[in-house]
């Protein structure tokens, strides 16, 4: 054959196939690559769960538990249709296979208005992309995933093993499994009964075909305010983070990184260093492509000795490129950028530019937020084990397949020769979506071997090295008929793209080059029925390092918006609330959202001033992300001294089914606390090529005292169960401006508020 028509051949060939398999269903999510481990001496029955002859229930769990519950409600999945006894059940961590790997996170992620789900088009991309992620996507928790991306596969998971059970009772018993029944871990096959436990041996042999899921009239566990599963240990101090493993003849080591973006290690004297007591060793860091920077660590007997021999090495480092890189200058190339029109669209329809540019009335605002930093309580830890064909890792982290990885590359191993041992999260809001604190530890550990070797890093390190929430700046431009509505909108973002940075260093390649969602999430994505529309963003390249931060793009795009909402609200003389609702017509779901907060605050009565005579004021803001709608109400007041207090904060979500009410209150009441902490506080500074933070002291979370009052609505919803642990996050700081802007008639358009909060008397 003529070479031409061979590749022609070859790539038609290819085509065929690849859309023959397109066509075909997803893989089965059951069943994983090698048998797991569910530890002790409970028997798998498959990748989800296993069952000890005790009757003990174990789940397994691809998902980091963080403190958003998921572990409860993962097993309360499991539980519901494997009829089990609630108080048998446990949940252990699984082992990393491709049949953990987060679907809904990606397809979820992807650059479509929620109104064209119907669009056959964008069907078969969410088909193609779950499915390519089955086989080739990345085992994570994020994005307010994780109940959405296994709710129909954990139930599938105890339904599948109620009906192997049941057929082992119906064999055992010599009677058709039609007369068998199952009530907590028991079946009564005929006259008699087994325990699970008892049954789990036949069981394992036993084989299925489709089973049957229980309809949603019939749960008896989801839906049900339910304990979390973690709770009593939790309160009693017993679980076990990374940072609280201890191993026989454990050695610890400290940090120090390059103080500014771009330096590197130049000369560093070890020698005075080595003579300390209990120092083992001095090792130089080059960094790697997984996001460490350079850098130099002292391994020690302890972490105090060997932070303490830090403080007294002699290190020079290699100038910085980045020497003259500030906040200001930055924010001036990102304003500069927000002002042109010449960014990625998003979304556009109605020729938005064309109405706006001939409309006599027009509204245009810019907003600004800063980076802002994860501040975890459980600063970056990992312990490694480094033998000569194997090494032994555990950490905490929301990518355990990437984190052996990062180990694996690192010491020039395959992933089978890695061992990855995973731990509950002190904290994870996406820090730890990243693995440079564990390709770090693994490279100090090589300076050791046999020895396990735990790096931890200080709370400097943690809040001065840091992938950030990027800086933002949005300029909002609306055109205005002669009676105030609205008929186009024009946004432009701009700012750095944190999930192209994370796919870069996690080696995600299609995602590298594809436009990040996230950088205008918040804008284009929103259900607001506007005339006409135009969003789009440019992405700058900027040296500071950014990532995920909670609710990712939405943190600050929706305060932009929610504010310039108000803002038009005012032009035209309407209340915030009704201008909001008839923007909103055609969405049942996001009004009932609105309606209920606004129900819940009285929004229609006056607030009475406070107790020492200062006047309140209401702000009211509603969002969509992460497939959930929230919508929340700040009541406000301001001292003649402009110290601010939050006296109270409503919230409404409709995150689709509840499975655990009482864990949707509680990660609706830790969104409000963390977003109020970055709103009145939250701020990066860049100077010098560095970020300029140290601790809490100039990093500062929400006091105990500046903590409002929260009332949680869930509003029933017969939907698909969608995100919690973020889409409450979006709402708090536009609903504090908003109220802000009642009280004041000012409007604040850059986070923090610059007002310090004063706390509660």
Not at 166 to 183: I, K, M, Q
Request: aromatic letters at 6%.
């Amino acid at each position: 054959m003529r070479r031409r028509t061979f590749l022609l051949a070859g790539l038609g060939a290819a085509g065929t196939l690849f859309v023959g398999w397109s066509l075909t269903p997803p893989r089965q999510r059951l069943r994983p690559s090698h048998t797991p481990d569910p530890g002790g001496s409970a028997i798998p029955l498959n990748g989800w769960l296993a069952v000890g002859a005790d009757g003990r229930v174990v789940v397994m769990s691809p998902k980091a538990e963080m403190g958003q519950g998921i572990h409860t409600a993962l097993a309360m999945l499991v539980a519901e249709e494997l009829d089990c006894d609630w108080s048998q059940v446990q949940v252990v961590h699984s082992g990393v296979d491709t049949i953990y790997n987060n679907i809904a996170a990606i397809v979820d992620g992807l650059p479509f208005h929620e109104d064209l789900d119907g669009n056959p088009g964008v069907r078969a991309m969410r088909w193609l992309t779950a499915k390519t992620m089955r086989e080739v996507g990345v085992m994570m928790t994020g994005g307010s995933s994780s109940v959405r991306d296994v709710w129909e596969t954990a139930r599938i998971a105890g339904a599948t093993a109620r009906t192997q059970l049941v057929a082992a009772a119906a064999a055992r018993a010599n009677v058709p499994v039609a007369e068998c029944r199952t009530e907590a871990g028991i079946v009564h096959a005929g006259r008699q009964q087994f325990g699970y436990g008892s049954l789990v041996n036949d069981a394992a042999a036993q084989r299925v075909g489709d089973v049957t899921l229980r309809d949603p009239k019939d749960f008896r566990l989801i839906g049900r305010p339910t304990t979390r599963l973690d709770t009593a240990a939790t309160i009693n101090g017993t679980p076990r983070y990374a940072s609280d493993v201890r191993l026989d003849g454990m050695r610890y080591a400290a940090v120090v990184m390059a103080p500014t973006f771009g330096s590197a290690v130049q000369r560093v004297e070890k020698s005075g260093v080595l003579t300390r007591d209990g120092v083992r060793a001095v090792v130089e860091l080059g960094g790697s492509a997984f996001g460490d920077v350079p850098g130099v660590a002292v391994i020690a007997d302890s972490w105090w000795q060997a932070k303490q021999a830090l403080a007294s090495l002699t290190i020079e480092w290699t100038p910085s490129p980045h020497a003259s890189l500030s906040s200001d200058g930055i924010m001036q190339q990102l304003r500069t950028a927000a002002g042109g029109d010449e960014g990625l669209p998003f979304r556009s329809y109605g020729d938005a530019q064309e109405v706006l540019s001939k409309s006599a009335r027009t509204l245009d605002a810019t907003y600004e937020a800063p980076y802002l930093a994860h501040a975890t309580m459980e600063p970056m830890n990992t312990t490694v084990r480094v033998n000569a064909d194997r090494a032994e890792v555990w950490t905490s982290t929301q990518v355990a397949g990437a984190a052996r990885t990062a180990v694996a590359t690192t010491l020039g191993l395959s992933e089978e020769q890695v061992t990855l041992h995973q731990y509950a999260l002190g904290g994870g809001f996406g820090r730890r979506l990243e693995v440079d604190y564990v390709a770090q530890a693994a490279e100090i550990a090589k300076a050791m071997p046999g020895v396990a070797v735990q790096t931890i890093w200080s709370r400097e390190d943690d809040l001065q090295h840091d992938f950030y929430r990027p800086a933002a700046v949005t300029r909002l431009r609306a055109s205005l008929d002669a009676q105030g509505p609205v008929t186009s909108l024009v946004t432009e973002s701009a700012g750095q793209s944190p999930f192209k940075a994370l796919s870069k260093r996690l080696s995600i390649v299609f995602a590298e080059y594809a436009p990040d969602k996230t950088t205008a999430e918040g804008l284009f994505d929103q259900p607001y029925e506007f005339p006409a529309l135009r969003s789009a963003h440019t992405d700058v390249e900027l040296p500071v390092p950014v990532g995920s931060w909670r609710s990712v793009g939405h943190s600050h795009q929706a305060f932009f918006l929610e504010s310039f909402l108000d803002e038009l609200a005012h032009d035209a003389k309407v209340n915030p609330l009704p201008y909001r609702l008839q923007l909103l017509a055609k969405h049942p779901r996001a009004r009932a959202v609105l309606e209920a907060a606004a129900k819940e605050s009285a929004w229609s009565t006056p607030l009475p001033a406070t107790a020492d005579g200062r006047p309140q004021a209401r702000g009211l803001a509603f969002h969509s992300s992460f497939s959930s709608l929230a919508a929340a109400v700040a009541e406000v007041s301001l001292g003649t001294d402009n110290r601010m207090r939050v006296h109270r904060v409503i919230v409404a979500i409709d995150c689709g089914l509840a499975v655990n009410p009482s864990g949707i209150r509680q990660q609706v009441e830790g969104s409000v606390v963390y977003a109020l902490s970055a709103a009145l506080h939250g701020d990066v500074r860049i100077e010098g090529g560095r970020a300029r933070v140290n601790n809490f002291n100039d990093y500062r979370p929400l006091r105990l005292s500046e903590c409002p009052d929260i009332t949680t609505i869930i509003v029933p919803s017969t939907q698909m169960p969608s995100g919690v642990g973020e889409p409450v996050v979006p709402v708090i700081a536009p609903a504090v401006g908003n109220a802000l802007f009642a009280l004041t008639g000012t409007r604040v358009r850059s986070l923090p508020f610059g007002m310090m909060s004063e706390a509660r008397s």
